[in-house]
């Protein structure tokens, strides 16, 4: 692989579409810079504009025919079950809430000559910076981005090395970009669908614009963006509703962003939630517009090192995967932090109205791939919001556990979104239809406690995976003398009969009893640790003895569903069956026969094209980390970022999905340092090409701390861990 600098992301020109531009991000506030001289377009988000309020959406047949559909599964009629499954349990509507974009901020330079060289345009990822630098006849212009944590606002700064050199407008805008990429003189429709989605745009103050819009649906999130334009030398004034600058010698513009999510309650009235919207993202300008541009540059960057600092990896002669770590920990920094949301499927930043897969919280695997690195990479703050959704999430899935199935604790199907819906998402059979979501993310909590040993967390949030397991244990039906989830699938896959008819919907997945497995193992330990009044041990014990093990089947894999079914896509990219291997730890060297069998699972699917989704390709790194298969890692790894990943090194599904990045960061690590079943392993899965390198602030379960670990041909040379 070529060298790069690790630390930086780096163009010699503009953006020419959405996937080369470049990401910033506080948490909650997002930008994509494209980098254009003359009309430089910053794509904006803001994690909590959403289509729509919560919906009640429980299908009220669902328990009624549930003893049916299981009577179906049960006698083998698959087909008829699986008809009746769309019928009854999806949800009404079909279709949860969807994530949208805030906007576009638009600052179009007024320049007579058009002709620049000496372009670049890179992302410090050491310091959270983008910035353009170009040249226009002797003068040389620079612009530098910020989206700061603690200003609450995105920042850009324009300078020149010639005084007087910067003339351009301010807009800020909801709706598509311009029609013409070119400068702003010569284009034939200005500005055409370009504040499309917009209710009110005005000043409130000198230079200060503000626009609101209604994002839409029943009790729909209003969403207000404010942009401010200060000036040194030239002039300045505002028409109509853009900022007019001529001949001035730098700029800053402040953009920021609330709604209505976060800033009013269901009793205020549309007019107020308006006007409490506008106020706090005009206060959140106020509250920084005093402060010089080195003021609140520093304070950007002392707050972003003081996480990304934590974590510090060299490797000789691949500086290609270091720069994809660094980047992937950017990321999570950047797409959640304390009070944002948690990272969705494209952590904040998103362009269309109507994203792909809604561009919500898919939680069959991809949220919880999402924060694989958090803890491990010392960025276990940035995992919170994944525990305020959480909440949510229980309150919802306690009515839908009982409306649909009659079950006491909570359930989640596949998706959520930002009020907590529980339903089903979608009529997809393939997908829809599991209801072991809320169980896999409240594992994250237990995760969390291991690696920090907080029991304060862990008695706060304890709750949540109780009610997730109970409801398991209520769900479970009675097969002989094992207890299965009926009706369930195993994600997104499909297998085929021996009579040829294909199915999906079945009993006792394979990754069903994984999960079960970890859940109830989990509560139990938990309840060791803070104990209970309302103890769930004794029957978590007793659950756990009619759960089937995993099975070996006729190719040497492990089985991912009950019977030994051959499968539709043998390359499928979910390999739910090996949650046992990781994130569990199920599958390790003290399983020997399994242990050879999930290398034969993915050995099976790769054979077949698996892989092939960037985030399913970042799975396998995982696995065969823990595998101790580091040169199988490492291939996997180069073909993420060489062949999976877009230019400006988001992950490909295709489309972009930010799961495919942290899952990368998640798996060098594992192949570095490992520290499940009480052991802590170095070097577990070190690829023979990386022969030389160090690590510095790793998290280990445990509560310890990696301080440094330095390799020189594949042996240790330097270990501490506090």
């Known amino acids: 692989?070529?060298?790069?600098?690790?630390?930086?992301?780096?163009?010699?020109?503009?953006?020419?579409?959405?996937?080369?531009?470049?990401?910033?991000?506080?948490?909650?506030?997002?930008?994509?810079?494209?980098?254009?001289?003359?009309?430089?377009?910053?794509?904006?988000?803001?994690?909590?504009?959403?289509?729509?309020?919560?919906?009640?959406?429980?299908?009220?047949?669902?328990?009624?025919?549930l003893p049916e559909i299981r009577k179906l599964i049960f006698e083998g009629r698959i087909s008829e079950a699986e008809d009746l499954c769309a019928l009854a349990l999806s949800g009404l509507p079909e279709e949860q809430s969807h994530y949208e974009i805030l906007g576009n901020l638009f600052i179009e330079f007024d320049q007579d000559n058009y002709k620049f060289t000496n372009y670049r345009r890179e992302l410090d990822i050491?310091?959270?910076?983008?910035?353009?630098?170009?040249?226009?006849?002797?003068?040389?212009?620079?612009?530098?981005?910020?989206?700061?944590?603690?200003?609450?606002?995105?920042?850009?700064?324009?300078?020149?090395?010639?005084?007087?050199?910067?003339?351009?407008?301010?807009?800020?805008?909801?709706?598509?970009?311009?029609?013409?990429n070119v400068p702003f003189k010569e284009q034939v429709v200005r500005k055409q669908n370009y504040n499309k989605f917009v209710d009110d745009i005005k000043f409130a103050d000198d230079h200060l614009q503000v626009m609101t819009a209604t994002v839409g649906g029943h009790d729909p999130v209003i969403a207000s963006s404010a942009v401010k334009t200060i000036t040194s030398g030239g002039s300045i004034e505002d028409i109509g509703?853009?900022?007019?600058?001529?001949?001035?010698?730098?700029?800053?513009?402040?953009v920021a962003a609330e709604t209505s999510f976060r800033s009013a309650t269901d009793e205020h009235s549309y007019e107020r939630k308006v006007t409490l919207t506008e106020d706090l993202a005009v206060n959140d300008i106020r509250s920084i517009v005093s402060s010089s541009w080195e003021e609140l540059l520093s304070e950007h960057i002392e707050d972003y090192r003081s996480l990304y600092g934590r974590v510090k990896l060299e490797i000789e002669d691949d500086e290609e995967s270091v720069r994809f770590f660094n980047f992937g920990r950017y990321l999570m920094i950047a797409s959640s932090r304390p009070g944002s949301l948690p990272a969705n499927l494209q952590g904040i930043w998103n362009e269309d109205y109507f994203p792909m897969w809604g561009s919500r919280f898919t939680i069959n695997i991809n949220t919880e791939m999402n924060y694989w690195p958090a803890n491990v990479t010392n960025l276990?703050?940035?995992?919170?919001?994944?525990?305020?959704?959480?909440?949510?999430?229980?309150?919802?899935?306690?009515?839908?556990?009982?409306?649909?199935y009659g079950c006491n604790g909570f359930v989640a199907h596949h998706n959520t979104d930002i009020w907590g819906d529980t339903a089903p998402q979608?009529?997809?059979?393939?997908?829809?239809?599991?209801?072991?979501?809320?169980?896999?993310?409240?594992?994250?909590?237990?995760?969390?406690?291991?690696?920090?040993?907080?029991?304060?967390?862990?008695?706060?949030?304890?709750?949540?995976?109780?009610?997730?397991?109970?409801?398991?244990?209520?769900?479970?039906?009675?097969?002989?003398?094992?207890?299965?989830?009926?009706?369930?699938?195993?994600?997104?896959?499909?297998?085929?009969?021996?009579?040829?008819?294909?199915?999906?919907?079945?009993?006792?997945?394979?990754?069903?009893?994984?999960?079960?497995?970890?859940?109830?193992?989990?509560?139990?330990?938990?309840?060791?640790?803070?104990?209970?009044?309302?103890?769930?041990?004794?029957?978590?014990?007793?659950?756990?003895?009619?759960i089937p093990g995993l099975k070996i089947g006729k190719y040497g894999t492990i089985m991912e569903w009950n019977e030994d079914y051959e499968e539709a896509e043998p390359g499928h990219r979910h390999i739910s069956q090996l949650f046992a291997l990781y994130p569990a730890a199920q599958i390790n060297k003290n399983t020997p026969e399994l242990y050879e069998a999930a290398k034969k699972t993915i050995e099976r699917r790769l054979s077949f094209g698996g892989g092939h989704s960037g985030w399913s390709r970042a799975w396998i790194i995982n696995m065969?980390?823990?595998?101790?298969?580091?040169?199988?890692?490492?291939?996997?790894?180069?073909?993420?970022?060489?062949?999976?990943?877009?230019?400006?090194l988001f992950d490909n599904h295709p489309p972009f999905q930010i799961d495919g990045n942290f899952g990368a960061v998640s798996g060098i690590a594992e192949m570095l340092i490992q520290s499940h079943n009480g052991e802590v392993i170095t070097l577990p899965a070190l690829p023979d090409k990386w022969k030389k390198g160090r690590v510095e602030g790793l998290k280990l379960r445990g509560g310890k701390t990696l301080k440094l670990l330095t390799w020189e041909n594949g042996k240790v040379k330097e270990c501490v861990i506090d």
């Open 1 to 65: 692989m070529k060298k790069v600098d690790i630390g930086k992301i780096e163009f010699d020109n503009p953006a020419g579409n959405w996937n080369e531009a470049l990401p910033i991000g506080n948490g909650r506030l997002g930008g994509m810079v494209f980098g254009n001289v003359h009309t430089e377009r910053i794509q904006l988000n803001e994690d909590s504009v959403w289509y729509g309020g919560f919906k009640d959406r429980t299908n009220p047949s669902a328990l009624e025919k």
């Open 126 to 180: 050491q310091k959270a910076v983008a910035s353009v630098e170009y040249t226009i006849e002797d003068v040389n212009f620079k612009r530098e981005v910020i989206a700061s944590y603690p200003g609450k606002c995105l920042i850009v700064r324009l300078s020149a090395d010639k005084k007087g050199a910067l003339s351009f407008r301010v807009n800020i805008g909801r709706g598509y970009a311009p029609w013409e």
């Open 241 to 254: 509703n853009t900022t007019v600058v001529r001949n001035a010698d730098e700029a800053l513009i402040i």
């Open 380 to 404: 276990s703050e940035c995992e919170e919001p994944l525990f305020d959704l959480l909440e949510k999430v229980r309150e919802h899935g306690k009515e839908t556990a009982k409306r649909m």
């Open 426 to 546: 979608d009529v997809c059979i393939s997908s829809s239809y599991w209801v072991l979501g809320g169980a896999w993310l409240s594992l994250h909590i237990w995760e969390h406690y291991l690696f920090g040993q907080d029991k304060g967390f862990l008695k706060k949030y304890y709750p949540i995976m109780r009610d997730a397991a109970v409801f398991v244990m209520d769900y479970l039906c009675e097969d002989g003398d094992d207890l299965v989830m009926c009706p369930t699938l195993s994600p997104e896959n499909t297998y085929i009969l021996p009579n040829g008819e294909k199915g999906v919907i079945c009993k006792g997945a394979t990754m069903d009893n994984e999960i079960i497995r970890e859940l109830l193992n989990a509560c139990i330990e938990a309840e060791k640790i803070i104990g209970t009044d309302d103890s769930i041990s004794d029957r978590a014990k007793e659950t756990l003895e009619r």
């Open 624 to 648: 065969y980390a823990r595998l101790g298969m580091g040169n199988e890692a490492l291939d996997n790894l180069h073909t993420l970022i060489e062949k999976q990943t877009l230019p400006n």
